[in-house]
């Protein structure tokens, strides 16, 4: 079993920044845990944002978010984060952290791929 609680949601600007994080408890190693952030407006499916991998680290994002989030892990903390830049209005959402261990890289951008959700943290970016 995996808890995950995520912080660091809020109000900003349009062009403000925030970063979230999102701390795992597991006995297991969390280096073998494939970690991802998603996110949902009301009444819209769950979609996916960012997803750094358990083997080699190596990142993947939405189009919608390249190059000004980043996604990024600390395995001695069991924490990954969401580091956000350049914030739209579109970027409006509930912020879930995911978790599932050594998640095939060709699905790992899929909502079904992960048993374990944080509780979601709202971003809210006004313009």
């Known amino acids: 079993q995996v808890q995950l609680v995520e912080s660091g949601g809020g109000l900003v600007q349009a062009g403000g920044s925030l970063r979230l994080s999102c701390t795992a408890s597991?006995?297991?190693?969390?280096?073998?845990?494939?970690m991802a952030w998603f996110r949902q407006a009301p009444g819209k499916e769950r979609e996916f944002v960012a997803v750094i991998r358990w083997i080699g680290t190596s990142t993947d994002y939405a189009d919608s978010v390249k190059g000004r989030f980043t996604i990024s892990r600390d395995n001695a903390k069991k924490t990954v984060y969401l580091q956000m830049n350049s914030l739209k209005p579109e970027d409006t959402d509930v912020y879930y952290c995911?978790?599932?261990?050594?998640?095939?890289?060709?699905?790992?951008?899929?909502?079904?791929?992960?048993?374990?959700w944080g509780q979601g943290t709202q971003v809210t970016v006004s313009s």
């Open positions: 995911a978790a599932d261990r050594m998640v095939d890289r060709m699905v790992d951008g899929k909502v079904d791929e992960y048993h374990y």
């Open positions: 597991t006995g297991r190693i969390f280096s073998s845990y494939t």
